[in-house]
């Protein structure tokens, strides 16, 4: 918007033709006392717009973040890579991918809603609804641009999160890739055992053979296999911390069984009334039922099936917890 040299008003330029066409007609229709107002209201559009394009580039950018995942979750999927450790990147993925879309719809509803206030904008140009939008005496907040006074900041902090999220991507699969070369050369030492040795064992040996993993993690076994009113507790052990471990073991030669929640329950019931757990798990070659697992996870119940026991017995990746209160009976 530009003053001539004998006072009156010149339209500015928009990038739009039926734009430059509704701001001319309005222009056309004003006294030189209401260009005021025409000024107010084009920087309105302007800063619009410019938070419209804003919001549109984040779109574009989380588009551009997704392909990356898409492509390792094809490689992943085809067993052509990072064989120790693709459930946990599939994991990484698919939880990155959701966090992705839900930032993608909210770029989506902002845009939605400049769009909006810039249709609001551009039909309050005829009539007086523009002229008396700006008075003296009136607020300056009944401008449809009010709808956007949170907008700015919140694209400022969607890029903050994105920037952020881009450089946690890249460290997180930097250290999946380091973490695939450490367990492949574990997995070649003699301290690495197969999951063969669990699924072949008989159940009293399967109590053993997970009590020697503990201990190989440097914990102090006191009990290696349950037996009759063992109360639930297969395995004792204490970690190096001096933490109370109790662990019931359920080993099956059945590819489809499932550890089922009065097993659950009972573990639940006597671990830390009766044996004084600090850590409690159930450990099993196979896996839980969902219910199983609903149980285990309200009640702290640590779960060792079979994607977490192959981890621990062959590549050497403890499900132990690092810190935490020491029993007052250890």
């Known amino acids: 918007m530009r003053l001539s040299m004998d006072g009156t008003v010149r339209s500015p330029r928009f990038p739009g033709r039926a734009l430059n066409r509704q701001f001319g007609k309005s222009v056309a229709r004003l006294s030189d006392d209401d260009a005021q107002a025409v000024l107010l209201r084009y920087a309105e559009v302007q800063t619009a717009t410019k938070i419209r394009r804003r919001w549109l580039q984040q779109g574009r950018h989380i588009s551009e973040s997704s392909a990356p995942n898409l492509k390792y979750h094809k490689l992943l999927a085809a067993k052509r890579g990072w064989p120790t450790v693709a459930e946990e990147v599939q994991e990484y993925l698919h939880a990155d991918q959701a966090n992705l879309a839900r930032e993608a719809l909210l770029a989506a509803a902002h845009v939605a809603l400049c769009d909006k206030v810039i249709a609001e904008l551009v039909d309050g140009l005829v009539g007086d609804a523009i002229t008396d939008a700006y008075r003296a005496d009136t607020a300056q907040d009944r401008s449809p641009l009010r709808h956007l006074a949170s907008s ?8 903050g999160r994105s920037s952020a999220a881009d ?17 492949a050369s574990y997995a070649q030492s003699d301290a690495s055992s197969g999951i063969d040795k669990f699924d072949t064992a008989t159940g009293t040996l399967f109590e053993r053979w997970i009590a020697w993993l503990l201990q190989r993690d440097g914990c102090i076994i006191e ?12 395995v004792i052990a204490l970690t190096p911390g001096r933490r109370r471990i109790v662990l019931q073991c359920k080993q099956s030669t059945n590819p489809q069984f499932r550890v089922r929640p009065p097993c659950v329950r009972e573990l639940n019931g ?61």
């Open 167 to 183: 450089d946690g991507w890249i460290a997180t699969l930097k250290a999946f890739e380091a973490e695939e070369q450490r367990r």
């Open 223 to 234: 009990r290696e296999h349950g037996g009759k009113d063992d109360q639930g507790a297969d």
């Open 270 to 330: 006597t671990a830390r009334q009766e044996h004084g757990a600090d850590i409690v798990g159930i450990a099993t070659n196979r896996t839980l039922s969902e219910a199983a697992r609903q149980f285990a996870a309200r009640h702290q119940i640590h779960v060792i099936d079979r994607p977490v026991l192959i981890r621990w017995a062959t590549y050497g990746v403890s499900w132990l917890p690092t810190s935490g209160p020491r029993t007052a009976a250890a």
């Open 152 to 159: 700015i900041a919140s694209a400022q902090a969607a890029e």
